[in-house]
């Protein structure tokens, strides 16, 4: 049973607009949230994280929001770059060492 | 630099073989881990380790086997290849701890195809 889950695949958006990545999870008592974006033949690199005392997190271009009510979190990327091309995966954790990761989205950057 | 080191990058079994992926880290990262990724699904744990000397089971951990001798160092074995294990496998570390520390750093993986 997927516990996080990303039920975009893909998503294409134009150079200069806004990026929206979405993730649903199941448990609430996983307490801190991270996005992870993923190139070709390269590991996950750590993006930005959340941590459930918090509702909204930015680093530069990137910021992820948390509703924890309806047990959401979505990541806003502005403006968005065709660099930014990349297989994003939500991940979260309870506590613990273990990451759990969703399926993932494609994101394109269209020029 | 080098970070998370995984080798080999790509590598072909034949059914039945067995074979070690190698990964080392030069961070002194207590924590490390392994994943595979499979198409359409995001990255699941393996195997993990807390330390030298400490491993457990993860979500998928049938068909492998870990040890952790030196901190730097957590190989992953393959005992008896079969073509459910055809995935990318990767490597993680991070600091012990949750939240801030726990951010795990991965390698480039290791591509595994068997026959």
């Known amino acids: 049973d997927q516990q996080v889950k990303q039920n975009s695949p893909s998503l294409s958006v134009q150079e200069g607009r806004i990026s929206i990545l979405n993730c649903d999870y199941t448990?609430?008592?996983?307490?801190?949230f991270l996005w992870y974006k993923k190139y070709p033949a390269e590991g996950p690199t750590f993006l930005i994280s959340i941590s459930s005392i918090k509702d909204k997190n930015e680093d530069g271009r990137f910021t992820v929001f948390l509703n924890k009510s309806a047990k959401h979190l979505s990541l806003h990327i502005v403006p968005s770059q065709p660099g930014d091309s990349a297989v994003y995966f939500c991940v979260t954790t309870s506590g613990t060492y273990k990451y759990i990761f969703g399926t993932g989205t494609r994101l394109k950057v269209l020029a | 630099n080098a970070g998370v080191t995984q080798t080999p990058k790509f590598q072909v079994l034949k059914t039945g073989q067995s074979m070690t992926l190698q990964c080392a880290q030069d961070?002194?990262?207590?924590?490390m881990s392994w994943y595979r990724q499979d198409p359409g699904m995001g990255l699941r744990l393996i195997h993990y380790?807390?330390?030298?000397?400490?491993?457990d089971q993860g979500e998928v951990p049938n068909g492998y086997n870990v040890s952790r001798s030196t901190t730097e160092d957590f190989p992953l074995r393959l005992l008896s290849a079969a073509p459910s294990q055809t995935s990318v496998y990767f490597c993680?570390?991070?600091?012990?701890?949750?939240?801030?520390?726990?951010?795990?750093?991965f390698g480039a993986g290791t591509r595994l195809s068997v026959l």
């Open positions: 961070m002194n990262h207590e924590y």
């Open positions: 448990n609430s008592m996983f307490d801190y």
């Open positions: 993680a570390s991070s600091l012990a701890g949750s939240g801030a520390k726990n951010i795990q750093y």
């Open positions: 380790s807390v330390g030298a000397g400490i491993t």
